[in-house]
C-alpha cells in the first residue's frame, strides 16, 4: 500500500477511534503514524489501542508507528466549594497552598514551585488562555491576583505562565510510570511534553535506552530558546502549538512554527505541525477554509507530518478528517511550484563523504528516467539524510529491523519496507530494482538509484550510488 504523498499524517487514538476496525480504517485511508496519548485514558486502553495497530499493520502490508505522548508537567487549580465560580475583570483572587475548596476570594494552587517563581506584574493564563490573571503581590504561600479577563473558573483548571522558567522536572513521576509502560507494550517513538532545555531530552534518553525514538515537544519559550541544543539530543520535534499559543502572543505562534521547521529541516530531524489544524472537524464533516489552508501552509513549508488530535480522537467525523488531511496534502503536493518550495531549503552543506553521495543521488534522481530512489539503512539514518534532501521521487527505505521500518514511518518521503540483509552487492541490487517494481515505485526498465553501505558495513557508512532497472516483469 503506498501513499502518494510525501507528507505523513499523525492522528490521535481515543474514544472515537481506538476500536480495532476504526484503527484499520484509518490506517486504510493513508495514516502512517498512531500517537497514544498518555495525558487521557488508561493504561489498558493504551494497550489495546496498540494492539490494534498492530493488527491494522499485518492487515495493510506497511509499517506503521506508534508514538506514546507523554503528559509533562501540569499546573492546575484545586476544587472550589461548588465545582466554580463566576470571575469578573477586577476582582481579587488569592493563590496559595490551603486544599479547602475555593471560593470566589481563594482557591488553592498545589504547585509551591509556581508560587516561588511568581512576581508582581506576571500574568498568569488559565483554561487555555480563556482566563488571565496579573499578580499583584506575592507573600509566603500564596500570590495575590487581580482578574484581567474571563468569566468563570471551575475545578483543575490549567495553568501557564508564560515568559517565566518554572525549576521542574520534565518527567514526573506519572510519565516514569507510563514510559516504563510504553516501552514495555513496544512503542517506535516516545515524545516529551514540555521540553525546556537539552537536559530534559538526555534524561528522557537515558531512561529509553534506544529502545524508541524520542521527540521533544516545544510548547515553551525556554525550548525556542535552546532549540539548537534540543537538537543536538532529539530523534525529532514536534510544534506543539497549542501550549505554545498560551505561552505566545498569537501572532508569534506562526513565527515559531516556521522557526523550528526550517531548524528541524537543516538537521534532517524529522517535525510534526501539531494542534488545530482541523479543528473545527472535531464536530462537522468538513473544515474551515482557514484550517485547510493552514494545512497547507505546512506542506508547503516541508514538514515531515501534520498531527490530528481532538479530530481523530474523540470528533464525530475521524474518517473524514484523515481523508480531509490526505486529499489536502496531495492537492498541495501536486502543485508546480511545490518542487521548487522543497528543494529552495536543503539541509546544511556537509562534509562528510555520505552526506556528500546522498546529495549527487538526489540530484541524479532529478533526470526523467529516474523513478525511485532506494536507500538500504540499518539505524535508519542513511534513509533520513536522503529524506534532508527532499527528493522529487518516492524514497524506498530497505531495512532489516521492523522496529526501525517503523521509526520511518513519520519521516517525509520514505516508503520503509523490511527485507533481508542482502549477501553481496549484485543481490543487493537486484532485490532492490525488484522490491520498487512490485511495490509500484518503478515501471518496468525504469532507472532506480540505490544509497548502500557495504552489505555487512557499519551503521550509517553509506558509501555506494548504483544505479539499477526495474525488471521488465514484476513476480506474482
Known sequence: MIRQRRTRIVATLGPASQAPTMVLELARKGVDVFRLNFSHGTHKD??????????AEAEIGRPLAALADLQGPKFRLGVFRNGGIAIAPGQRLRLDL???????????????????VLRPGVDLLLDDGKTRLTVRAVKAGFADCEVIAGERLSDHKGLAVPGVTIPVPALTDKDREDLDFALRLGVDWVALSFVQEAGDMADLRRLVRGRAAILAKIEKPA??????????????????????????????????????VRAAR???VPVIIATQMLESMTSNPSPTRAEASDVANGVYEGADALMLSAESAVGAWPREAVSMMDAIIRRV????????????EHGWDAD????????????????????????YT????????????????PVLAITHDLAVAR?????????????????????????????????????????????AGPPKGAPGAANLLRIAHAPRERRA
Open 266 to 268: 537543516r538537521r534532517g
Open 333 to 344: 503536493e501536486a502543485d508546480p511550484n511545490w518542487p521548487d518550495l522543497m528543494r529552495a
Open 378 to 393: 540499518t539505524t535508519g539514518a542513511t534513509a533520513k539524510r536522503v529524506a534532508r534532501e527532499r527528493p522529487g521521487h
Open 98 to 116: 490551603d486544599p479547602t475548596p475555593g471560593d470566589s476570594r481563594r482557591v488553592q494552587l498545589p504547585h509551591p514551585e509556581v508560587l516561588r
Open 46 to 55: 493504551h494497550a489495546d489501542a496498540l494492539v490494534a495497530v498492530r493488527d
Open 223 to 260: 525550548g525556542l530558546h535552546n532549540l539548537e541544543a534540543i537538537l543536538d539530543v532529539s530523534d525529532g520535534l514536534m510544534v506543539a502549538r497549542g501550549d505554545l499559543g498560551v505561552e505566545l502572543a498569537p501572532e508569534e505562534v506562526p513565527v515559531a512554527q516556521k522557526t523550528i
Open 352 to 375: 562528510e563523504d555520505v552526506d556528500a553521495l546522498i546529495a549527487a543521488a538526489t540530484r541524479a534522481a532529478e533526470a526523467r528516467s529516474t523513478a525511485c530512489l532506494v536507500a
Open 407 to 451: 521509526a520511518l514511518g513519520l519521516v517525509w518521503g520514505l516508503e520503509p519496507r523490511v527485507a533481508e540483509q542482502p549477501p553481496d552487492l549484485e543481490t543487493m541490487t537486484d532485490e532492490a530494482a525488484r522490491l520498487a517494481a512490485d511495490l509500484g515505485l518503478a515501471a518496468p526498465g525504469a532507472r532506480v538509484l540505490i544509497v
